[in-house]
């Protein structure tokens, strides 16, 4: 073995020690930045002797690799469904049922039941080779590019691992991180997601794993399949696959009664409100593996195991008023302002109606007496109308047609949920937030200015719009209700300190619906000015890598305003980056432009992002997939057979990394 090889693979241990220890343990012994050095240097090491490629190195772990269809695949062993139980009586009958069948005593184990996508991965030798969703329980989809990039899945196991078994186990996106892309996803002005278990399977099915790797999911894992594993019990099996480096939480028990079962339900439907994910229950397995086989299967569920679904938290109460909120992209949303009451720890006084669509479909009215439910989503819901307790003279709602703010006429277009005020400019609501998001962290980042003082500009009649910030003196601000000297110094400091904010975060800030920070990066990085996005056709823009019609229609939107175009004018005059800047510009060239070329395999002298990166800074197009209007294929070291026989067959040139740096030389 060379110097280096032993040195990759002790980096490679140690990462999936550091690894294991922050994502399945919950316990780093290393710090953030100290890890990070030594991913980066395994990279480079990867990368000067892809030799030593191995399918399952920790480096991989960032996604890159993208899926256009997801094969099918038939699971060795079917995933079944669960039976439902809701009472103790429930659960004596399933017991009764159980004694017919084996002899002696029945011991259980209790699971938390983890809502999530449920997960078959199968391992052999020791690494993941395959990791498939449920589909129909026969057969599921291949996503095991997307299921690389979790970070507690194991690619290489610890101990002594079966040769070949799979492991089920439930994908799940915690509540913290649910909220962070949440919050993104509102500083875009976009939808945000309804509920983690959703946005979770959603999760698995992106093509480019590289977006898979950005959102923190987990696996929690809870049963073993296969021969010869070394365990007689589930509980045993729970243990062993905890050894083997899986993330298997802890709260499992053993229960020898019903009345045990019962214990271990109660104590989580209350304390399930602590985890750090979503769960909707109890399953309780027979523990005894013997047993289990001895009970069997009917067509749909395992007889040795059942679910107990905890109640959803629902109560009654009345529908006082329904208002109308605005958000600072104009949409409209219906919320249910309601008889004060207690659901699930806290007082709801409010619930979201999401739209117009929802009030007819719920059919609810002001005096209704309607249920709310705290389920998987944070806001509570309405999810229906006690009908017989609906007033006589009760009449249906009628949505509103004027903004309840600027009482400009609403707009709804075509395939929109919702409705918009289109007063972009004077509507306050809209002013104000466009303002406060033009601040905020993330996009200009001012410092010494907040969102409530942003409302006092706007509303004392200061600033009527983002550029205004720059013309705003110290003198200006001072009478603002407590504004002290040194505030209003540091107020006007961070306003002058943005101008140096890049092109892209301008961009970002801005606020073009749908322009989020990934949108706006992209953007930024292929027009290179406002000038040129502002001068962009439809035509152009749609053929901008991952830009599609809606946000195509809305920059267009955006810059055929002349109230628009006038603002971005003054934010050019007071000094904003409103283009790349000239560092990021001498590394560009238009050698590719117009190209569209696919990238596969593994290179020497540049990474793969670097490479892509290369073809993006000349103007060339990445492609994920090889099609008539491919240009070339750059054909690194062990590249899919498939992708080669497609370009042969559509005479797409070939060309090797070397013949790529010469192009653009
Ligand atoms: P259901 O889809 O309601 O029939 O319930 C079956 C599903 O529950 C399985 O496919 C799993 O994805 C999920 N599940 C969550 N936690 C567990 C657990 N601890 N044991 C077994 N299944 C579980
Ligand atoms: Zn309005």
Redesign the pocket.
């Known amino acids: 073995m060379t110097r280096e090889e032993a040195q990759i693979n002790e980096l490679r241990d140690e990462l999936r020690t550091h690894n294991y220890n922050y994502y399945v343990l919950d316990t780093p012994t290393i710090e953030d930045y100290e890890f990070d050095m030594k991913l980066k240097q395994l990279q480079a090491l990867e990368e000067a002797h892809p030799e030593f490629y191995d399918p399952n190195s920790p480096t991989l772990r960032v996604g890159g690799q993208v899926t256009k269809n997801f094969e099918t695949v038939v699971h060795e062993h079917r995933?079944?469904?669960?039976?439902?139980s809701y009472s103790k009586d429930d659960l004596l009958d399933w017991e009764k049922r159980i004694k017919k069948i084996v002899d002696g005593p029945v011991e259980f184990v209790c699971?938390?039941?983890?809502?999530?996508?449920?997960?078959s991965l199968t391992y052999e030798n020791g690494t993941l080779v395959r990791a498939v969703t449920?589909g129909d329980g026969t057969q599921g989809d291949d996503v095991t590019a997307n299921v690389k990039t979790i970070r507690s899945v194991p690619l290489q196991l610890k101990g002594d691992y079966p040769e070949k078994f799979d492991i089920?186990g439930?994908i799940v996106l915690p509540f913290e991180g649910f909220n962070a892309m949440n919050e993104e996803r509102i500083a875009a002005g976009e939808e945000p997601y309804r509920n983690p278990r959703n946005t979770a399977s959603g999760s698995l099915k992106l093509q480019d794993s590289a977006e898979v790797a950005k959102r923190p999911l987990e696996c929690?894992l809870?049963?073993m399949k296969g021969r010869a594993l070394g365990f007689e019990t589930q509980f045993e099996g729970l243990e062993k696959a905890r050894q083997l480096g899986f993330k298997v939480p802890e709260a499992?028990k053993l229960a020898r009664s019903i009345d045990e079962v019962l214990e271990f339900v109660n104590y989580w439907d209350v304390h399930r409100h602590d985890l750090p994910y979503e769960?909707d229950g109890v399953?309780i397995?027979v523990n005894n593996l013997q047993q289990q086989e001895e009970l069997g299967y009917t067509a749909k569920?395992p007889r040795w195991?059942m679910?107990y679904k905890f109640k959803a938290e629902q109560v009654s109460t009345r529908l006082n008023e329904i208002t109308y909120q605005v958000g600072r992209t104009g949409a409209i949303t219906p919320v249910a302002n309601l008889e004060p009451v207690e659901l699930a720890g806290t007082t709801v006084k409010r619930a979201s109606l999401h739209n117009a669509d929802q009030i007819e479909k719920l059919d609810i009215r002001v005096g209704d007496e309607v249920y709310v439910e705290k389920g998987g989503e944070i806001i509570p819901k309405i999810i229906a109308v006690d009908l017989s307790k609906r007033p006589e003279n009760s009449t249906p709602t009628q949505y509103i047609t004027h903004c309840p703010e600027c009482e400009t006429e609403l707009i709804r277009q075509e395939g929109d949920a919702k409705h918009y005020c289109p007063n972009y400019n004077g509507c306050k609501p809209q002013v104000i937030g466009r303002i406060q998001h033009f601040i905020s962290r993330k996009a200009m980042d001012i410092e010494g200015l907040g969102g409530e003082t942003v409302a006092l500009l706007v509303n004392e009649g200061l600033i009527q719009n983002y550029s205004d910030l720059y013309t705003l003196t110290k003198d200006d601000v001072l009478p603002l209700e407590r504004m002290a000297d040194k505030s209003a110094e540091n107020l006007i400091t961070g306003i002058e300190a943005s101008k140096t904010i890049p092109f892209e975060r301008v961009l970002f800030a801005i606020g073009i619906r749908y322009v989020g920070e990934t949108v706006a990066k992209k953007l930024a990085k292929h027009y290179k000015s406002i000038d040129a996005l502002s001068q962009a056709t439809m035509e152009d823009l749609v053929a901008v890598d991952e830009i599609g019609d809606r946000i195509a229609e809305s920059v267009i939107e955006f810059f055929s305003s002349e109230a628009n175009r006038v603002i971005i004018n003054r934010l050019q005059q007071y000094g904003l980056q409103l283009e790349l800047s000239a560092d990021t510009l001498a590394n560009q060239t238009d050698k590719l432009q117009g190209l569209s070329i696919v990238v596969s395999g593994v290179f020497h002298s540049v990474s793969r992002t670097e490479l892509k990166q290369l073809i993006e800074n000349n103007g060339g197009k990445v492609s994920s997939s090889i099609s008539s209007k491919t240009n070339y294929l750059v054909a690194g070291d062990k590249m899919g057979p498939s992708k080669r026989t497609k370009a042969e067959n559509l005479q797409i040139p070939i060309i090797s990394e070397q013949e790529f740096l010469d192009l653009i030389k």
């Open positions: 995933m079944y469904s669960l039976d439902n699971e938390l039941k983890y809502d999530g996508a449920s997960m449920r089920r439930e929690l809870y049963s499992s769960t399953v397995k569920a195991a679910a």
